[in-house]
């Protein structure tokens, strides 16, 4: 008589078992620790206790604190994860009394004189030194070559001073134990503009910074139609007559929008006059921002009159700058929290037929984790006073969720296909009206955010900018509510009523709790640590057995570790535990919808990013894998095809190992590539990326090692 032995399939991956490297992470990033280095969070679930304890502690009563506490633990323990800032820091403060939980800030626009910018150096390094990360619009300094009356000299230009705060966030960094982000915008029609894109060609410089440029409507439009573009700066009256311009005359002058208007001439239109330095065509430019983005993965692309038009508070901010990541635009000062939902906990029935995704417990954990967010507010620690003041008015914050490509692996679905858009719509689209709905009871309970109770005096720009209001009769000089301007005539809110009209009814009579509530975040290492290494953010896995490239205090280059992808360890405990990515034999062979970042074209990333973007109030950070080998015309064709698409903003990657090391990155692409050294005695020697080297009394791998040398940061993490 035959036995046969019966496996029980679990019904999700819940009791997946944490791979070491997520351990390591966890414990070295967000672990609470004492002065001394032993733990006070004895497991995850302990810094899980931890935070849900910390952000009930501003609930109202004793009663209403216990109840929250409780179920922010649930929602935690159930896939709501508040981002690195929260994790670390919430709790905490008798072990960090000066640290922040906030991730995201920008600085105040830099006016161009020393003072503005050696005092907004001062307010960064505060900021750095509190955790945040910071971002800064460079393009409203003067042009290099242009001269200076008050100091009677010609400067060296907004380059020059980004390199002083590039080396202030390294030393605040390294001062700090926590390496310093920093996001560095600038304006597409600034004459110094290819010099922005081709900064960081040169090893070493400005590598404390992601750069963006702001993109026009209009520089887009020049591109398409191969028209000329001017490169221009603003000026005052006495500069203008100091060089005898005359600013009627077109070949001369151009009249531009500017973040600020004091000393320069303003139009009736508030459009100030700019310099014109040189004409180009726009097609140039254009290529010479695709030959930097397919080499060295920069400048990001933000394309600000989309951000502008589709920002909740239209009416009040002028958005020029982001978070280091890109997924938070925000005005001068302007701060926001973030947290992240790891979809693959509510995947039921993974790999099988049955395979779905639990709604109702999705939505509950939404409602819940909104909460959470906008209690963060309260214990923001922010170092300014400024950035303080910022995010009590307005209350932003910014959810999204990560694990999304795991999660369309595990319901059998390929990322990218028609299949997989519908989801991802649909995951963006419940969180958002779970979250408005939630923000609209919290405003009935605890009152909703300063901004939307202020009055706002009706201009003739706003009813440019929505001719609507003069259909319903508003006129110049009237005095509206904050909440009128965000609910009735924000282009966001106004797709949401066309979901619920009811809903956005009601915050248009009461306001909501706050002004935003939803991005996508990169969630790199909260990816790897708390969620196993589901994929990170909007993304589909890298890969699913790879090196990741780790800073680890006191080691002179970066450490290479081995991590799986959660959906390949998931599939590994629930149907094929030999399974194992490009494996040649038959029974460890993965079905074909396990695929990665580069199986995925171009265009199909595009196409995801569109489909969460609709239901996304700030914005996403995405970044379109590419393999080192795409053609270069198809590139190029990326950028355009997000800008057709309506996307706020658009960043690519190619391994390119002659530029810079990835965090990322495949054995394949280490075993293909060949780095030379030098030895002291003039011997030259060639080895695989993937190869160890002793050097300095440590192993490195190669390409870390090589990396560290040519950036100049070797020895100095």
């Given at each position: 008589?035959?036995?046969?032995?019966?496996?029980?399939?679990?019904?999700?991956?819940?009791?997946?078992?944490?791979?070491?490297?997520?351990?390591?992470?966890?414990?070295?990033?967000?672990?609470l620790?004492?002065?001394?280095?032993?733990?006070?969070?004895?497991?995850?679930?302990?810094?899980?206790?931890?935070?849900?304890?910390?952000?009930?502690?501003?609930?109202?009563?004793?009663?209403?604190?216990?109840?929250?506490?409780?179920?922010?633990?649930?929602?935690?323990?159930?896939?709501?994860?508040?981002?690195?800032r929260?994790?670390?820091?919430?709790?905490?403060?008798?072990?960090?009394?000066?640290?922040s939980t906030?991730?995201?800030?920008v600085?105040?626009?830099?006016?161009?004189?020393?003072?503005?910018?050696?005092?907004?150096?001062?307010?960064a390094?505060?900021?750095?030194?509190?955790?945040?990360?910071?971002?800064?619009?460079?393009?409203?300094?003067?042009p290099?070559?242009?001269?200076?009356?008050?100091?009677?000299?010609?400067?060296?230009?907004?380059?020059?001073?980004?390199?002083?705060?590039?080396?202030?966030?390294?030393?605040?960094?390294?001062?700090?134990?926590?390496?310093?982000?920093?996001?560095?915008?600038?304006?597409?029609g600034?004459?110094?503009?290819?010099?922005?894109?081709r900064?960081?060609r040169?090893?070493?410089?400005?590598r404390?910074?992601?750069?963006?440029?702001?993109?026009?409507?209009?520089?887009?439009?020049?591109?398409?139609?191969?028209?000329?573009?001017?490169?221009?700066?603003?000026?005052?009256?006495?500069?203008?007559?100091?060089?005898?311009?005359?600013?009627?005359?077109?070949?001369?002058?151009?009249?531009?929008?500017w973040?600020?208007?004091?000393?320069?001439?303003?139009?009736?239109?508030?459009?100030?006059?700019?310099?014109?330095?040189?004409?180009?065509?726009?097609?140039?430019?254009?290529?010479?921002?695709?030959?930097?983005?397919?080499?060295?993965?920069?400048?990001?692309?933000?394309?600000?009159?989309?951000?502008?038009?589709?920002?909740?508070?239209w009416?009040?901010?002028?958005?020029?700058?982001?978070?280091?990541?890109?997924?938070?635009?925000?005005?001068?000062?302007g701060?926001?929290?973030?947290?992240?939902?790891?979809?693959?906990?509510?995947?039921?029935?993974?790999?099988?037929?049955?395979?779905?995704?639990?709604?109702?417990?999705?939505?509950?954990?939404?409602?819940?984790?909104?909460?959470?967010?906008?209690?963060?507010?309260?214990?923001?620690?922010?170092?300014?006073?400024?950035?303080r003041?910022?995010?009590?008015?307005?209350?932003?914050?910014?959810m999204?969720?990560?694990?999304?490509?795991?999660?369309?692996?595990?319901?059998q679905?390929?990322?990218?296909?028609?299949?997989?858009?519908?989801?991802?719509?649909?995951?963006?689209r419940?969180?958002?009206?779970?979250?408005?709905?939630?923000?609209?009871?919290?405003?009935?309970?605890?009152?909703?955010?300063?901004?939307?109770?202020?009055?706002?005096?009706?201009?003739?720009?706003?009813?440019?900018?929505?001719?609507?209001?003069?259909?319903?009769?508003?006129?110049?000089?009237?005095?509206?509510?904050?909440?009128?301007?965000?609910?009735?005539?924000?282009?966001?809110?106004q797709?949401?009523?066309?979901?619920?009209?009811?809903?956005?009814?009601?915050?248009?009579?009461?306001?909501c709790?706050?002004?935003?509530?939803?991005?996508?975040a990169?969630?790199?290492?909260?990816?790897?640590?708390?969620?196993?290494?589901?994929?990170?953010?909007?993304?589909?896995?890298?890969?699913?057995?790879?090196?990741?490239?780790?800073?680890?205090?006191?080691?002179?280059?970066?450490?290479?570790?081995?991590?799986?992808?959660f959906?390949?360890?998931?599939?590994?405990?629930l149907?094929?535990?030999?399974?194992?990515p490009?494996?040649?034999?038959?029974?460890?062979?993965?079905?074909?919808?396990?695929?990665?970042?580069?199986?995925?074209?171009?265009?199909?990333?595009?196409?995801?990013?569109?489909?969460?973007?609709?239901?996304?109030?700030?914005?996403?950070?995405k970044?379109?894998?590419?393999?080192?080998?795409?053609?270069?015309?198809?590139?190029?064709?990326?950028?355009?095809?997000a800008?057709?698409k309506?996307?706020?903003?658009?960043?690519?990657?190619?391994?390119?190992?002659?530029?810079?090391?990835?965090?990322?990155?495949?054995?394949?692409d280490?075993?293909?590539?060949t780095y030379?050294?030098?030895?002291?005695?003039?011997?030259?020697?060639e080895?695989?990326g993937?190869?160890?080297?002793?050097?300095?009394?440590?192993?490195?791998?190669?390409?870390?090692?090589?990396?560290?040398?040519?950036?100049?940061?070797?020895?100095?993490?």
């Amino acid at each position: 008589m035959k036995t046969a032995h019966l496996k029980a399939v679990p019904s999700s991956a819940a009791e997946v078992p944490f791979q070491e490297a997520s351990m390591d992470i966890w414990s070295t990033k967000y672990r609470l620790k004492a002065k001394n280095g032993s733990p006070v969070d004895k497991d995850i679930d302990a810094t899980y206790t931890r935070v849900a304890s910390a952000l009930s502690e501003t609930e109202a009563t004793p009663a209403l604190q216990q109840e929250w506490s409780e179920k922010f633990l649930w929602a935690l323990r159930h896939g709501a994860i508040p981002a690195g800032r929260i994790i670390s820091n919430a709790g905490a403060r008798e072990h960090k009394p000066s640290t922040s939980t906030i991730n995201c800030t920008v600085s105040d626009t830099i006016h161009d004189s020393m003072n503005e910018i050696l005092g907004k150096v001062h307010e960064a390094g505060l900021t750095l030194k509190a955790g945040c990360g910071i971002g800064y619009e460079f393009s409203t300094l003067r042009p290099r070559g242009a001269y200076v009356s008050g100091a009677g000299a010609y400067t060296s230009g907004p380059l020059s001073f980004m390199d002083i705060y590039d080396k202030m966030c390294f030393t605040v960094s390294s001062a700090g134990g926590r390496r310093g982000a920093q996001m560095a915008t600038f304006d597409i029609g600034h004459p110094d503009v290819m010099d922005f894109i081709r900064a960081k060609r040169e090893n070493g410089r400005l590598r404390q910074f992601n750069l963006s440029l702001l993109i026009t409507q209009e520089f887009m439009e020049a591109v398409k139609d191969n028209r000329k573009w001017d490169l221009a700066f603003p000026i005052s009256e006495k500069e203008a007559l100091a060089d005898g311009l005359d600013p009627a005359n077109s070949e001369q002058v151009v009249w531009r929008e500017w973040p600020y208007q004091n000393g320069y001439i303003v139009d009736d239109r508030g459009r100030v006059a700019c310099k014109i330095y040189k004409t180009i065509r726009a097609q140039r430019l254009w290529d010479v921002i695709m030959s930097s983005t397919y080499d060295f993965a920069e400048p990001g692309f933000i394309l600000i009159d989309k951000v502008n038009e589709m920002n909740n508070n239209w009416f009040c901010e002028d958005v020029r700058a982001t978070n280091p990541c890109g997924e938070q635009p925000l005005p001068p000062y302007g701060a926001c929290l973030l947290g992240s939902i790891n979809l693959t906990k509510f995947v039921r029935n993974p790999f099988t037929s049955e395979a779905s995704f639990d709604w109702e417990e999705f939505r509950r954990v939404v409602a819940i984790f909104t909460r959470m967010l906008d209690n963060v507010v309260e214990i923001n620690g922010l170092p300014l006073k400024e950035q303080r003041d910022e995010i009590m008015r307005k209350r932003r914050h910014g959810m999204g969720y990560l694990g999304l490509g795991s999660s369309i692996t595990m319901l059998q679905m390929r990322y990218g296909d028609p299949d997989s858009l519908k989801f991802t719509e649909r995951v963006t689209r419940e969180l958002a009206m779970v979250g408005w709905q939630t923000g609209l009871d919290l405003a009935r309970e605890k009152g909703p955010a300063p901004i939307m109770e202020e009055e706002f005096t009706v201009t003739t720009e706003m009813l440019a900018q929505r001719p609507e209001m003069a259909v319903d009769n508003w006129q110049a000089g009237d005095k509206i509510k904050g909440r009128v301007l965000h609910a009735r005539y924000s282009r966001y809110m106004q797709q949401v009523a066309r979901e619920n009209p009811e809903l956005v009814s009601e915050l248009e009579q009461e306001g909501c709790r706050f002004s935003h509530h939803s991005s996508i975040a990169p969630t790199g290492t909260i990816s790897l640590s708390l969620a196993n290494n589901a994929s990170n953010g909007i993304e589909p896995s890298f890969a699913h057995h790879y090196a990741r490239n780790l800073i680890r205090q006191g080691k002179k280059s970066k450490e290479k570790i081995d991590v799986f992808s959660f959906e390949l360890l998931a599939y590994r405990k629930l149907v094929n535990a030999k399974a194992m990515p490009d494996s040649e034999i038959a029974e460890e062979r993965l079905p074909e919808y396990f695929i990665s970042a580069d199986d995925v074209s171009p265009r199909e990333h595009v196409d995801i990013q569109a489909a969460a973007q609709k239901w996304i109030d700030s914005s996403i950070s995405k970044t379109a894998n590419v393999p080192t080998d795409y053609a270069y015309e198809d590139f190029k064709d990326i950028y355009l095809y997000a800008y057709e698409k309506g996307l706020k903003g658009c960043t690519t990657f190619r391994f390119n190992p002659e530029a810079f090391q990835g965090v990322l990155v495949k054995e394949q692409d280490l075993e293909n590539t060949t780095y030379q050294f030098t030895l002291e005695d003039g011997v030259k020697v060639e080895v695989k990326g993937n190869q160890e080297i002793e050097y300095d009394g440590e192993i490195h791998s190669a390409a870390n090692l090589y990396d560290a040398l040519k950036e100049g940061y070797y020895g100095k993490l």
